[in-house]
């Protein structure tokens, strides 16, 4: 009886004294920035006739829009045409979810959905470590 009462207290003793410190180790350990998502694309609008045309014209930007991306700098520039590119390769598979008629097709869409965000936020953290 003598040594349940120990061990009790030695188990009390142990939870008494590690309760402050884990208190304090969670509050020390600083808050990771949460990544921005990839911004959501809306093809609600996209008229399925009309998808191929909508998919090749993403292909050629309107003039002027890569003026902000040219430089000096090999991986400033490749990292605002990489987002550019995961942000239209989004699109497009939202597209051809949407609108597509082959299953492979379809099925490669998906999957490429999967990593495309994560791409799109590598793309992110790269262009902020600059």
């Known amino acids: 009886m003598i040594k349940q009462i120990s061990s009790a207290l030695g188990f009390a003793l142990v939870l008494a004294l590690a309760a402050p410190l ?3 180790a969670q509050t020390a ?3 990771m920035p949460a990544m921005p998502a990839m911004p959501a694309m809306d093809v609600s609008s996209v008229d399925c006739s009309t998808a191929p045309a909508h998919m090749t014209s ?3 930007p309107p003039a002027g829009a890569m003026e ?5 700098d090999t991986d400033k520039t ?3 045409l990489m987002k550019m590119m995961v942000m239209h390769a989004d699109m497009m598979s939202k597209i051809e979810m949407k609108c597509g008629k ?5 099925a490669m869409a998906k999957k490429m ?3 495309l965000n994560d791409n799109y936020l590598t793309v992110e ?3 902020n470590g600059f």
Do not use: V
Request: proline share 4%.
């Open 78 to 80: 490749y990292a605002a």
């Open 102 to 106: 082959n299953a492979k097709a379809m």
């Open 22 to 24: 884990a208190a304090s």
């Open 125 to 127: 953290a790269l262009q």
């Open 58 to 60: 993403m292909m050629t």
């Open 68 to 72: 902000g991306m040219k430089g000096d």
């Open 29 to 31: 350990a600083p808050a």
């Open 113 to 115: 959905e999967a990593q």
